[in-house]
């Protein structure tokens, strides 16, 4: 009868467990690095050596989730924005009961906006059931983060700021925006809003966008 060492099977549970952290923080630290990392940067930065994070590199690259551009840096791969496209409909999903509570509260088109490739997404929008006249806007429409109350709530967000901002006729004239960035879920950069035709009361509409975003982030979360 052979003996069996349960310490082993342990520690190659815990080495794969450190393993895949490390790669999830490499995954972080190149995300949060526009220009890249040379691998003596990510190395220095996770506090291991440089055979670790070739390690952690080749296989990251084979998946596409990193890649080495033609100075050495690695930068982010095509498979994290799969994985990103991949996640959008269960973000939109997620965010739909605050956007229709907020949509009937203001009186306004509700939407929730994120970041993609540098530009504002509406990724989801919803319409008020009540009113007469109300704004038709595109799911999917694209916008630059410093126009629109949509994207410089983003911008603000990046920050810390939570507070709501308007914008008057920035993306379309005669229309009136209000939104608040969505913050504390680890890997995204959103905002909520509503936009209207006729000016928004930012006191009355502000609280109501910021308590969106905030049942947004809780159910992100």
């Given at each position: ?16 467990s ?17 220009a890249?990392l ?75 906006t ?30 630059p ?32 925006g ?34 969106a ?9």
């Open positions: 009868m052979r003996a069996v060492d349960a310490t082993a099977g342990s520690n190659r549970t815990g080495e794969t450190q393993t895949l952290d490390r790669g999830l923080r490499l995954l972080h630290l190149v995300a949060d690095t526009p890249g040379t691998v003596s940067e990510a190395a220095n930065r996770l506090g291991v050596g440089r055979a670790a994070v070739y390690r952690l590199v080749g296989p990251l690259t084979g998946h596409g989730m990193l890649r080495r551009g033609s100075d050495g840096r690695l930068r982010i791969g095509a498979g994290v924005l799969h994985l990103a496209r991949r996640a959008q409909p269960l973000l939109a999903e997620g965010a739909l009961p605050a956007l229709r509570r907020l949509a009937e509260q203001a009186g306004a088109t509700a939407h929730l994120v970041v993609d490739g540098g530009e504002g997404v509406a990724l989801a929008v919803v319409e008020p059931s009540w009113t007469s006249f109300h704004v038709a806007y595109r799911t999917g429409a694209r916008h983060l410093d126009r629109g109350a949509a994207g410089r709530a983003i911008l603000a967000g990046r920050s810390g700021t939570a507070d709501p901002v308007s914008s008057s006729g920035e993306l379309e004239s005669g229309a009136y209000v939104a608040a960035p969505v913050l504390g879920v680890p890997g995204l950069e959103a905002s909520v809003g509503v936009v209207a035709l006729a000016p928004l009361d930012v006191a009355l509409v502000g609280p109501q966008v910021q308590a975003a905030t049942a947004v982030a809780a159910i992100l979360c």
